[in-house]
């Protein structure tokens, strides 16, 4: 069956012309029309262009010209901006926004040949930790329907997981490339902060977000974030230092890597089903020859307080942008200036990007900049000095990607805390813009638990390798859901 | 004072009052029907009671972290044109557009 196969297996087919790109893209297709009423995966399907674009693919192939990943069939988060393609970011504001320019990471894949077959769901603005704020409907965990896929990259995850489409483009500014993989049993990379452009991506927290991959394994996401990573000097952000040949050295022994038991991580809240699966993988690491020691950051627990001031403050001023002026939802018979910014806001917005929109206004108010603003910047220093000092003694850091494994719809929705502690193991590495990978380690009552690698800054390599080894060693990101299978 | 009655349990304080989640709305440009203010408020005071952890951090003489990476300073362009003039295109998202202008309700009376 065409889609157990990995993106590595499917370009290298295409190249030796063995399946046409046309026939990949109507067999993912067709998957995903024959899952949206159960998924609800994807915001829009692009399939006209996409077997356009699969027909010139073909036609490059035939002539012995093509890309890296020419043909290959992906899934674009609906954060990023597609030209001529409607771009909602799961929000009612945007819902009629098609965007006049390509976000740089898609511009990038598709030169390197990659076909989009469609905008992947999402959390509204990329705020929730469970795809359940969505305007467009909550995506479902492709394992149980009943349980979400984790977010903000839910339509990512379970696209993946589903083999709807073999690898998606995604966003962590929190975790919501890492949770949502952990959730849906798959890989997913959140690379250093600058190394992938965010030019086009839609801004939630601007020194957090960071665009990154979803996939089947570790090799796959280092084919496409070879592609993905690089300068751009349209985002002023962006890091100008060469990008490694990624997938090149994944093979390389793991022998003498020293890994670092991130000691905070198993101390509060871990189910211990999920706290069996992380041990195993890391008796796999010692058995590959790699040393274990533990770690302690004691700053760690500050992470999610700190972001819930950093990234509510970021997010305040980032969508001031949406005044029912220039692009984005207007309300009817506006009165005045002040009611049209206001009611095409609040008619635009959903409940939790008001509320985050709001925590972080009153976090920057005149009063309490300096009790919440300043105070969070400098404990967000004290947390990057932690893994600093951690990486002087360690190669990588691991632990649990997530304190629990996919839960119910509507469980954590009732109290917005319950819903950010999610986020408790992952937030970390954004604060310091740190490269951090989840892997598949295992299942914990039957559900996909994650195994999280952090590295210093612009490690990547690093990262993909250690996942990839233990990919070597176990199958367990080659388990599909058996409806899917 | 003396009263026969049994007080009421005391409610937990909110952090934020109804009033200054008015205030902080209005300052966000958000108009919030009535019946949301008592799930905003009760939800905002959760979240400014969670952050308010960060107080017993001790920060003596650390500095404020606004960007990730060490050392990275804002990079600078030259100041040339490098941009075409596309505001039709750009100006097919926009709600009310005429003779290449976006309309807004009337400001001055």
């Not at chain 1, 990839?468 to 176990?474: F, K, P, S, V």
Request: net charge neutral.
């Amino acid at each position: 069956m065409i889609h157990r196969q990995t993106l590595s297996q499917l370009a290298a087919a295409l190249r030796a012309r063995k399946v046409s790109s046309v026939e990949l893209v109507r067999a993912f297709l067709a998957r995903i029309e024959a899952s949206q009423p159960a998924l609800n995966a994807f915001v829009s399907i692009t399939a006209e262009q996409a077997l356009a674009q699969a027909e010139a693919a073909d036609r490059a192939l035939a002539a012995g010209r093509g890309g890296p990943l020419e043909g290959v069939p992906i899934g674009h988060k609906d954060l990023f901006c597609t030209a001529g393609v409607r771009t909602t970011c799961g929000s009612r504001m945007l819902e009629n926004f098609i965007s006049p320019y390509d976000a740089t990471v898609v511009a990038r894949l598709r030169s390197a040949g990659a076909v989009m077959l469609g905008k992947l769901n999402m959390d509204e603005f990329a705020m929730g930790s469970s795809n359940e704020t969505s305007y467009f409907g909550p995506v479902r965990n492709p394992w149980n329907a009943a349980l979400v896929p984790g977010g903000s990259s839910g339509g990512s995850a379970a696209a993946v997981a589903a083999r709807l489409v073999p690898a998606a483009t995604a966003t962590d500014t929190g975790g919501s490339i890492r949770q949502p993989a952990a959730f849906c049993g798959i890989t997913g990379i959140k690379p250093t902060y600058g190394r992938v452009s965010r030019y086009g991506m839609i801004a939630f927290a601007s020194s957090l977000d960071q665009g990154g991959v979803l996939a089947a394994s570790a090799e796959d996401a280092a084919r496409l974030l070879r592609e993905m990573a690089g300068f751009d000097p349209r985002d002023s952000t962006s890091v100008d230092t060469p990008v490694p040949d990624y997938p090149a050295g994944l093979d390389a022994p793991l022998a003498g890597v020293k890994i670092g038991l991130l000691k905070e991580f198993f101390d509060t809240g871990l189910e211990p089903e999920y706290e069996r699966c992380v041990r195993e993988a890391l008796a796999v690491y010692e058995r590959l020859g790699a040393t274990l020691r533990e770690v302690s950051l004691p700053n760690i627990p500050l992470s999610v307080p700190v972001y819930y001031v950093v990234a509510p403050a970021e997010c305040s001023s980032n969508l001031a942008r949406y005044d029912g002026v220039r692009f984005g939802h207007r309300c009817a018979e506006a009165r005045d200036l002040q009611d049209l910014y206001k009611r095409s806001r609040s008619e635009g917005f959903g409940v939790e990007v008001k509320r985050r929109i709001m925590t972080g206004t009153y976090v920057l108010s005149a009063g309490y900049y300096d009790a919440y603003y300043l105070k969070a910047q400098r404990v967000r220093r004290l947390i990057s000095a932690d893994f600093e000092r951690g990486f002087g003694e360690v190669d990588l850091l691991v632990g649990p990607t997530t304190p629990s494994v996919a839960f119910a719809l509507g469980a954590k929705t009732a109290d917005p805390i319950t819903m950010y502690l999610n986020d408790i193991y992952t937030i970390s590495a954004n604060l310091a813009g740190l490269p951090a990978m989840s892997i598949p380690c295992g299942f914990a009552g039957g559900l996909p638990a994650g195994l999280q690698i952090i590295g210093p800054h612009f490690a990547e390599q690093r990262l993909l390798h250690a996942a990839h080894r233990y990919q070597l060693e176990t199958d367990w990101h080659l388990r599909i859901p058996e409806q899917y299978a | 004072m003396i009263s026969g009655r049994i007080p009421a349990a005391p409610e937990l304080p909110m952090a934020l009052t109804r009033k200054q989640v008015e205030n902080i709305a209005h300052l966000a440009r958000l108009e919030l029907e009535a019946g949301e203010i008592p799930q905003f408020q009760q939800s905002l005071s959760r979240i400014v009671d969670f952050i308010g952890e960060l107080e017993r951090a001790d920060t003596a003489g650390v500095a404020p972290m606004a960007h990730p990476l060490p050392g990275l300073t804002q990079r600078l362009r030259p100041d040339e044109v490098t941009e075409r003039d596309e505001h039709e295109l750009y100006q097919r998202n926009a709600p009310q557009v005429a003779s290449g202008l976006y309309l807004v309700p009337k400001v001055i009376e």
